[in-house]
């Protein structure tokens, strides 16, 4: 795909101001196959930051150079300024980009995209538009910007394991809703009794290799010392399994990269948006289109766990039910509850009790007081 420049603007760059800042700020809005890439500096006859040019690019690494080309010749026009690119988290398809921009020692801020959010006008989706906003939000909120740093060789491991897993298990789960499909012509059809044969041993050979991968992500943990001991705290939390603990690892860059615990409630998306409606008092759940919908599934599914074999989530859901709460809003605060003690079984360095929670705050108590 190649890049749509805009024609170099009339209003005058304040070199000065950029001298002082050295920066020029570009905005990216992510999505799955695009990136539209918009670079914006000051001006001296406006208060805002005017856009110098914009392009739409694949998102795979040609796209990521020509982004780079496009930044730089407006840094050059600049007093050779420095750049500072920003994205949103997108689910998992910024990672490579980010991963890129941090190879070729360039300067990267990965924000949240609820913070985004929260500025953005309701113009529709517009990936043009979108772009400028977030150029505009680096800008604006240059003095906290945060430089991605990449996540660890073990975090990258087993964020590639979870996707080849993830595959291997949809693949087997339409197989077998095939073998549903034809179990009943078996007998009768030698076509459908081939088929059906060779799809029980593609599931059998998908099983093995699903069972090896999850060998391979116990070896990554096993290799990672810090890893291992958060692995082995958040395995103490009735409801969570190995594919959900190794996805709260893998995309929190083992608690480094999201360490608090509403910012990855955003990025995986248990945290409901609502939308309203004039001075309706019913609101809509909305799971936003930028949240890693993997995560959150497995998330989803530990909290279903929960409710069955942990008491406190089971007495929580039981509290919800009994005040008529919805079955998806109650599993989703599931959902948020486990996240929020896994991050503080992390943070405190300890294993699950129950009543955790409590029985932390009263030991902070009694510590203060003696002190």
């Not at 998992?92 to 300067?107: T, V």
């Not at 059906?196 to 998908?206: C, D, T």
């Not at 959150?296 to 009994?322: C, D, F, G, P």
Request: hydrophobic letters at 35%.
């Amino acid at each position: 795909m190649t890049a749509h420049h805009s024609r170099w603007l009339k209003h005058p760059i304040n070199k000065k101001w950029y001298k002082d800042m050295k920066k020029v700020f570009v905005g990216i809005d992510v999505s799955k196959k695009t990136l539209d890439a918009s670079v914006i500096a000051p001006s001296l006859t406006e208060d805002k930051p005017v856009i110098i040019s914009y392009g739409k690019f694949d998102n795979r690494p040609c796209g990521y150079r020509k982004i780079v080309s496009m930044a730089r010749k407006a840094a050059k026009a600049v007093d050779d300024a420095e750049i500072l690119f920003c994205c949103e988290t997108t689910g998992g398809y910024d990672h490579a980009l980010c991963d890129y921009m941090s190879d070729k020692h360039l300067d990267i801020w990965r924000e949240h995209a609820a913070r985004i959010a929260k500025t953005r006008p309701d113009h529709g989706k517009d990936d043009r538009k979108d772009s400028i906003l977030i150029a505009e939000y680096a800008w604006r909120n240059r003095d906290r910007a945060q430089v991605y740093v990449p996540s660890s060789r073990s975090v990258r491991d087993l964020r590639q394991l979870l996707l080849y897993r993830r595959q291997l298990v949809e693949m087997r789960k339409q197989l077998n809703v095939r073998m549903t499909d034809l179990k009943a012509t078996v007998q009768s059809d030698p076509t459908m009794s081939f088929i059906y044969s060779e799809s029980e041993k593609q599931v059998k050979r998908l099983t093995d290799c699903i069972e090896k991968c999850e060998s391979m992500i116990r070896e990554t943990i096993d290799s990672d010392n810090e890893m291992l001991k958060n692995f082995g705290h958040i395995m103490t939390v009735k409801g969570i399994g190995l594919v959900s603990a190794v996805a709260i690892i893998a995309y929190t860059g083992n608690f480094k990269t999201i360490g608090v615990y509403k910012s990855f409630a955003c990025y995986c998306g248990t945290v409901p948006f609502y939308e309203d409606s004039g001075t309706s008092i019913h609101k809509r759940e909305y799971i936003g289109h930028k949240s890693n919908r993997m995560v959150r599934s497995y998330l989803i599914q530990a909290a279903h766990i929960a409710t069955i074999y942990n008491e406190e989530m089971v007495a929580y859901k039981q509290r919800m039910q009994s005040k008529g709460k919805p079955a998806g809003i109650i599993v989703n605060n599931v959902a948020n509850k486990l996240l929020r003690l896994v991050f503080s079984l992390v943070a405190n360095d300890c294993d699950y009790e129950r009543e955790h929670e409590f029985k932390r705050e009263e030991r902070l108590k009694k510590k203060t007081m003696s002190a």
